[in-house]
Structure formats: C-alpha cells, structure tokens
C-alpha cells in the first residue's frame, strides 16, 4: 500500500493554463505539505496544513492555492502557469506536525511549455 | 540566503569502504537535523535523524553526527553497498515543532562495487 500517492506523475501543459497535482495519504497523518524542487535540485516547502487548516505559508505566488478537503488530502491547484513553474512538486505527510520525520510521495513532475 | 548547505554535489566510494557524507547549517536556532535518500523518479525517504541535544545517533550502517559548535554534522555510512547509491539530503528544522524543513542540495553518492 502507497503510503503518500500523488496524482498526475507527469504533467505537461501549455502557459496560462490551469491545473491541479491531487495528494492523499493513508499514514493517519495530521500534517501534510507541499515542496518545490527547481532545476537546481533545491527541494524547498511551500505549504504545510494541520487538520485541514494552514500552517506554513512561503512566499509562493498567489497563484498557487492549495486545498485540503480532509486531513488526508492536500491538493495544489495552480493558476495563469508560468515557463518557471516547471519543476517536480513533492506531497509529504508526518504525523508529529514539526519534529518528526516526513514521508513524501513520489512527487510530480510538471512541465509548462 | 542558503541555510544549509552540501559543499560536495558528489561523492565515490568503493564497496565496503566508508561514506561520509557532510552537511553545514547557519542558523543556530536549528534544533533537529534530518538524513533523507533519494533515488531517481521516487521521493525522498527519511534515514535517519538527531536532536541538537545530542552529537551522535547511529542506525545499523548508519550514523550522523552533529557538531554544534561548528554548525556542521555528517552522516558515515560503513560498509557502503551499492544499493546506497543515491542522492542524499540533509535537512534542517527549528527552533520548536514548526513542521518546516530547510534541504540543502543534496550529494549523490556513487557506490562502486
């Protein structure tokens, strides 16, 4: 059993359009996140939600709204794609909201022409 | 601004002979440092951990070691296998449970055989 899936793998889309990268996990956690790794390898977080509300917000553009229906869901949903927006986008979950280890998903790669 | 930092973007050892692999931070606030491996297409996953309490937590082949006073710790891997071979994270988080990690670049390690 996937303990953190995401949905699609691989996505490639055109600029100005939107699309949404869908994250579940099956681990019980109460924290979920999201991460951004760029074209230098540099894997940094973008939002972090407890229970379904907010807790780490980075300076991401407005343009990326993330949605949790559940605790056991996190879905990014990204507005007006950029050229710069291509990058491999990682799910993680942990169940101690800080401190203990975080499990991800196998990520998403995202491929804006 | 990079918090933490892999000096190394990558690393060879033969089989059998120790790996060492080593990681800086800057802010003195981080309280909890974290190992994660990661192979091709497939997320990070987590190898091991230490609390700025202590200088030294080991897990079979596995042992990280922090030196506070010199913001810098490292993670031995004895005896190295081809299987370790991957790209290695170390990541940062603190002060307290804020869920927020800092990764620096990774290290890909290459084990020969």
């Known amino acids: 059993d996937t303990a953190v899936s995401q949905t699609p793998k691989y996505l490639v889309t055109q600029m100005g359009n939107d699309k949404s990268i869908k994250c579940e996990q099956n681990?019980?956690?109460?924290?979920m996140y999201w991460y951004k790794q760029d074209s230098k390898k540099f894997l940094k977080i973008m939002f972090s939600?407890?229970?379904?509300?907010?807790?780490i917000n980075e300076t991401v553009p407005n343009r990326f709204s993330p949605k949790s229906p559940d605790k056991a869901h996190l879905n990014l949903h990204i507005n007006s794609l950029e050229l710069g927006d291509s990058a491999v986008y990682f799910c993680?979950?942990?169940?101690?909201?800080?401190?203990?280890?975080?499990?991800f998903g196998p990520g998403t790669r995202l491929t804006v022409l | 601004d990079q918090q933490v930092k892999q000096n190394s973007p990558s690393l060879s050892v033969q089989e059998g002979r120790i790996s060492i692999l080593n990681c800086d931070y800057t802010?003195?606030?981080?309280?909890?440092f974290l190992w994660y491996k990661k192979y091709p297409a497939e997320g990070p996953t987590f190898l091991i951990s230490?609390?700025?309490?202590?200088d030294k937590n080991e897990d079979g082949r596995f042992t990280v070691f922090l030196n506070k006073s010199a913001k810098h710790l490292s993670l031995h891997i004895v005896p190295s296998q081809p299987g370790d071979s991957a790209v290695y994270f170390c990541?940062?988080?603190?002060?307290?449970?804020?869920?927020?990690?800092?990764f620096g670049q990774g290290t890909t390690l290459q084990v020969k055989p």
């Open positions: 993680a979950s942990s169940g101690e909201g800080g401190a203990g280890e975080q499990f």
């Open positions: 681990l019980g956690h109460d924290t």
């Open positions: 939600y407890n229970n379904k509300e907010l807790i």
């Open positions: 802010n003195s606030m981080f309280d909890y």
């Open positions: 230490i609390s700025s309490i202590k």
């Open positions: 990541a940062a988080s603190g002060p307290g449970n804020t869920g927020k990690l800092i």
